[in-house]
């Protein structure tokens, strides 16, 4: 997450796999969205308090 966090553009990458194919679709993810991917990668569950205040304070220690 640390490496994400310091990034300009987050972009996610879904897998789905379909009998027998397999799929992928990008978002690309802005504001509250990227905040919940970088709390998702930092383990923070999403009923956690304060997980995108946590997101945030990564964002802004990995860009000094």
Known sequence: PQIAAAADQHILVKKQDRSEKTTAALEDL????RLDELARMMGLA???DGRREAAKELIQQARG
């Open 46 to 48: 999403k009923e956690a």
């Open 30 to 33: 802005q504001s509250d969205g």
